[in-house]
């Protein structure tokens, strides 16, 4: 692995806190999870993204709390994750012209579609709904109208209100 | 932050050409319009390329595969929500709980609204008003059959409100401590402050009647207010920025130091101050509300300042001493 300027320091620190912890972690992410292959694999992603964050380790107070929450988001964006590949594939497999598609196919699409779902993560669910309608199924103001119970107007209003949440999210950072 | 910041209002308006522009149905007169917009100033083009990004983001999914992939996304939605939910349930609350409270869950009638220092929490009532619940926040709320009754008892809430599922509609009202706000079909926002209340109407209009004294005042859309429960203040111009918090994100206009950091405080658990000696620098931004480390960083490499956490509850951003 690659470590950063001050690589003995940080290893040390890391190797210390890996040694101390990472059977617990794992556990709590098991207790979870309810698998335990997952949990090690989020346990393993837990720490890479501990090192990745470059944080002054001996600094941190709580450890525990500090491993489960970085792992807490990570098995919250894992269960996402599942929820929205079987969705996809569920969707797909009732589609007549079905066809499996390949691996790395399926992997830039969740790719993306992780991306826009992260994105549209907090919007009212008529306004999500109607903004996915739009730009994914190509449907018309006046379809997602009658589909959602609103005016036309108020889809034109949801679609103004989604693109500026997009806009100050990624302003934002 | 990387590129550099647009105003809240050209973003608006970006956003509002690109559900203009999306309808389908476009005149020849409105596409004018909006060439003349995009190419009135730097500020539109550059913000018209961000909403160009983000629906861009949709074109990478092959088109025969879109179809598949919108189904997929709206149904994740709702089962996630369960999931999400039902995981809260099984791990005691904490942080989980957190998240689910976060997204617009339909709250029972009668509902007793509470926020925690940090969070923001949006919810839908049950006629399909908007209620948002502002950090550190507490309201009621009260639907009977002849009044919808928000009560904000601390804090501040923003609501868009939608017509009543009943009929005759029942007229939608928030108490604070100082007097009544009537809505009249509207977006606005009311905080409860120490002795006063500040009402912002972004849509629409509110009637306010304070407790003490027969006056009565509409606020129209774009106006601010202060008022006592013994009369009403000065009406100002509305800052569109006050509503950002209902995204997620802090906005500054070219805005002090020391304001932006009494706002973010009421975003952090314990104490986090502003030296007096750099108070008056300028920032301009958004910023996510929920990744406070990132604000920190962001201040630290736009500003001559740096940060330092004393203790865990302890932060306090200084003037940097570059050696």
Same mark, same amino acid.
């Given at each position: 692995?690659?470590?950063?300027?001050?690589?003995?320091?940080?290893?040390?620190?890391?190797?210390?806190?890996?040694?101390?912890?990472?059977?617990?972690?794992?556990?709590?992410?098991?207790?979870?999870?309810?698998?335990?292959?997952?949990?090690?694999?989020?346990?393993?992603?837990?720490?890479?993204?501990?090192?990745?964050?470059?944080?002054?380790? #001996?600094?941190?107070?709580? #450890?525990?709390?500090?491993?489960?929450?970085?792992?807490?988001?990570?098995?919250?964006?894992?269960?996402?994750?599942?929820a929205i590949e079987r969705a996809y594939l569920d969707a797909l497999?009732?589609?007549?012209?079905?066809?499996? #598609?390949?691996?790395?196919?399926?992997?830039?699409i969740m790719?993306?579609l992780?991306?826009?779902d992260?994105?549209?993560?907090?919007?009212? #669910?008529?306004?999500?709904?109607?903004?996915?309608?739009?730009?994914l199924?190509?449907?018309?103001?006046?379809?997602?109208?009658?589909?959602?119970?609103?005016?036309?107007?108020?889809?034109?209003?949801?679609?103004?209100?989604?693109?500026?949440?997009?806009?100050?999210?990624?302003?934002?950072? | 932050?990387?590129?550099?910041?647009?105003?809240?209002?050209?973003?608006?308006?970006?956003?509002?050409?690109?559900? *203009?522009?999306?309808?389908?149905?476009?005149?020849?007169?409105?596409?004018?319009?909006? !060439?003349?917009?995009?190419?009135?100033?730097?500020?539109?083009?550059?913000?018209?390329?961000?909403?160009?990004?983000?629906?861009?983001?949709?074109? !990478?999914?092959?088109?025969?595969r879109?179809r598949a992939a919108g189904q997929a996304l709206s149904a994740a939605g709702?089962? !996630?929500?369960?999931?999400?939910?039902?995981?809260?349930?099984?791990?005691?609350?904490?942080?989980?709980?957190?998240?689910?409270?976060?997204?617009? *869950?339909?709250?029972?009638? /009668?509902?007793?609204?509470?926020?925690?220092?940090?969070?923001?929490?949006?919810?839908?009532?049950?006629?399909?008003?908007?209620?948002?619940?502002? %950090?550190?926040?507490?309201?009621?709320?009260?639907?009977?059959?002849?009044?919808?009754?928000?009560?904000?008892?601390?804090?501040?809430?923003?609501?868009?409100?939608?017509?009543?599922?009943?009929?005759?509609?029942?007229?939608?009202?928030?108490?604070?401590?100082?007097?009544?706000?009537?809505?009249?079909?509207?977006?606005?926002?009311?905080?409860?402050?120490?002795?006063? %209340?500040?009402?912002?109407?972004?849509?629409?209009?509110?009637?306010?009647?304070?407790?003490?004294?027969?006056?009565?005042?509409?606020?129209?859309?774009?106006?601010?207010?202060?008022?006592?429960?013994?009369?009403?203040?000065?009406?100002?111009? /509305?800052?569109?920025?006050?509503?950002?918090?209902?995204?997620?994100?802090?906005? /500054?206009?070219?805005?002090?130091?020391?304001?932006?950091?009494?706002?973010?405080?009421?975003?952090?658990?314990?104490?986090?101050?502003?030296?007096?000696?750099?108070?008056?620098?300028?920032?301009?931004?958004?910023?996510?509300?929920?990744?406070?480390?990132?604000?920190?960083?962001?201040?630290?490499?736009?500003?001559?300042?740096?940060?330092?956490? !004393? %203790?865990?509850?302890?932060?306090?951003?200084?003037?940097?001493?570059?050696?």
């Open positions: 692995m690659d470590f950063p300027v001050h690589a003995s320091t940080a290893e040390h620190s890391l190797q210390q806190l890996y040694s101390e912890h990472h059977g617990w972690l794992n556990a709590w992410l098991r207790k979870r999870l309810g698998c335990a292959h997952n949990a090690a694999d989020l346990a393993q992603d837990t720490f890479m993204r501990v090192l990745s964050k470059d944080s002054d380790l #001996p600094a941190i107070r709580e #450890p525990r709390a500090y491993l489960s929450t970085i792992a807490h988001s990570l098995m919250v964006n894992f269960w996402r994750r599942q497999s009732l589609q007549p012209e079905h066809y499996a #598609p390949s691996p790395e196919e399926r992997e830039l790719e993306t992780l991306a826009i992260a994105m549209l993560l907090r919007l009212p #669910p008529k306004v999500r709904q109607a903004f996915l309608w739009s730009q199924d190509g449907l018309t103001y006046a379809v997602i109208a009658e589909r959602l119970l609103v005016s036309e107007r108020m889809v034109k209003k949801y679609m103004a209100q989604a693109m500026l949440h997009c806009l100050l999210l990624e302003q934002a950072g | 932050m990387k590129a550099p910041a647009l105003d809240y209002a050209v973003l608006q308006q970006a956003a509002d050409w690109f559900a *203009t522009l999306s309808g389908g149905a476009v005149s020849e007169p409105q596409r004018q319009a909006w !060439r003349l917009w995009l190419a009135a100033s730097p500020e539109h083009a550059a913000a018209w390329q961000r909403v160009e990004a983000i629906s861009g983001q949709f074109e !990478r999914v092959p088109g025969d879109r709702s089962s !996630r929500r369960r999931a999400i939910g039902m995981l809260a349930l099984l791990c005691g609350g904490g942080l989980l709980a957190l998240a689910t409270a976060r997204r617009g *869950t339909l709250q029972a009638w /009668a509902a007793n609204q509470r926020t925690a220092t940090g969070e923001v929490r949006e919810t839908r009532l049950a006629d399909g008003t908007q209620l948002w619940l502002n %950090t550190n926040s507490a309201a009621d709320i009260d639907y009977s059959a002849s009044l919808r009754r928000v009560q904000v008892l601390r804090g501040e809430v923003l609501l868009e409100s939608a017509h009543d599922t009943l009929v005759p509609a029942r007229p939608l009202v928030v108490d604070s401590q100082q007097g009544r706000m009537r809505a009249l079909g509207t977006r606005f926002s009311v905080r409860q402050g120490e002795g006063y %209340t500040q009402l912002s109407v972004f849509d629409g209009a509110v009637q306010i009647s304070p407790v003490q004294g027969a006056a009565q005042q509409v606020i129209s859309a774009g106006q601010q207010v202060r008022f006592t429960a013994a009369g009403i203040g000065a009406v100002q111009a /509305a800052e569109p920025g006050r509503q950002a918090w209902s995204h997620g994100v802090l906005l /500054a206009d070219n805005r002090r130091l020391d304001d932006f950091i009494a706002e973010l405080a009421e975003y952090t658990p314990g104490y986090l101050g502003c030296d007096p000696q750099i108070a008056d620098l300028r920032l301009v931004g958004a910023y996510p509300l929920a990744d406070r480390e990132k604000i920190f960083a962001a201040l630290q490499s736009s500003l001559p300042v740096r940060i330092r956490h !004393r %203790t865990p509850w302890w932060t306090v951003v200084e003037p940097r001493t570059d050696a």
